[in-house]
């Protein structure tokens, strides 16, 4: 049986039967054009995902994902040389990397007393990350230092080692996760798992989003972006414009090829115009039919520094990570400040 999804082979399978056509032979040329393309028609009618089911897709990806682990280079892709940065930071108490920042990252989403009909329960509340980065201040001493940084739901935890003329570690401890790393500001933010924030306050998954109908416009034509056959959606909000009630805050595009794994966010601004973008550069199966970004690269039209990302680890995904793993041991000598309690100590030996 032929594949609908084929039109080649449609196409010839048609020519291969043409002595059935009793016309002449230009109007079985003309013939022939026609049906290959209402053929082809079909195809891509047959193939085209409706909101509904691209919605659908979304969320058995975010729901297969439970939790994730890899490691990773954040770079800058920066106009200025080493010597130009800094030249900028002479007269500033500021600091520059000399090497590219590495990451540790682990993130997993809580199973256990989540409301089912909550959308944002699909997203990682449980998060580690730890960077390992080389600065240097604008007197030229250079020092190395590892931050780590703790989320398991409740209480955020930080710590801090290494240093110039540092003799102690010092941590943190307090309430909720304001104080960590964004966690869009980590290869999460390139896919399909990060949050698509409509207003101030708003966490809600992809697949949440995709499911407002009125707010959805899905294009089924096929886009090319950075390798990746892709489709697009354009989310709307609401706009204090006269003219009209809502206009487009972001744009996602989805490769085809790929399960419909999203490849490039693009954050709106008005007059439609971009005024940044998430690019996935390359994706690495995780699971069967399952893909997550392995590089990628956050730009903007109007700034010629870029951010990007890549993987130096597999990816690794359900591993069964515990609310124990998303704790950080304070070593002996460490100088804690617990927010909680409002307590300031140094860790003992035991």
């Not at 084929?6 to 022939?32: G, H, V, W």
């Not at 354009?234 to 003219?243: A, I």
């Not at 550069?281 to 690269?297: C, M, R, T």
């Not at 909680?340 to 860790?347: D, E, F, H, Q, T």
Request: glycine fraction near 4%; charge should be neutral.
């Amino acid at each position: 049986m032929l594949s609908i999804f084929d039109p080649a082979k449609l196409y010839l399978a048609f020519i291969a039967n043409r002595k059935e056509i009793r016309m002449n032979t230009k109007c079985n040329s003309c013939l022939y054009i026609v049906t290959f393309l209402l053929l082809l028609s079909r195809v891509l009618a047959a193939i085209a995902i409706t909101a509904d089911e691209l919605a659908n897709t979304i969320e058995k990806m975010e729901s297969a994902i439970v939790d994730i682990s890899l490691e990773y280079e954040w770079y800058c892709d920066s106009p200025l040389t080493l010597e130009e940065r800094l030249e900028y930071i002479a007269d500033k108490e500021l600091l520059i990397d000399v090497n590219i920042p590495r990451y540790k990252l682990s993130a997993a989403r809580s199973l256990s007393n989540k409301d089912p009909n909550n959308p944002s329960s699909l997203l990682f509340d449980h998060l580690l990350l730890e960077e390992s980065t080389t600065l240097m201040n604008k007197s030229g001493n250079v020092w190395d230092i590892v931050e780590k940084q703790s989320y398991n739901g409740k209480i955020t935890k930080r710590l801090s080692t290494g240093g110039y003329h540092r003799s102690a570690s010092n941590g943190t401890i307090s309430n909720g996760v304001n104080s960590m790393h964004p966690i869009n500001l980590t290869p999460i933010g390139f896919s399909v798992l990060r949050s698509c924030i409509r207003q101030p306050g708003d966490k809600s998954p992809l697949s949440a989003v995709l499911r407002d109908k009125e707010f959805i416009n899905l294009d089924n034509s096929i886009e090319k972006f950075n390798g990746f056959s892709t489709i697009r959606a354009d989310l709307l909000t609401h706009t204090n414009d006269p003219n009209t009630n809502k206009m487009v805050y972001l744009r996602i595009y989805f490769s085809v090829d790929h399960g419909y794994t999203p490849v490039r966010y693009e954050f709106m601004r008005g007059n439609n115009r971009v005024a940044f973008s998430f690019d996935v550069y390359s994706l690495e199966q995780v699971a069967e039919g399952l893909w997550f970004p392995s590089s990628g690269l956050i730009s903007s039209p109007d700034n010629k520094r870029a951010d990007g990302f890549q993987a130096t680890s597999k990816i690794l995904v359900n591993q069964g990570l515990t609310d124990e793993y998303f704790d950080i041991k304070f070593p002996p000598g460490t100088k804690v400040y617990d927010e909680i309690k409002n307590l300031k100590y140094v860790v003992k030996s035991h």
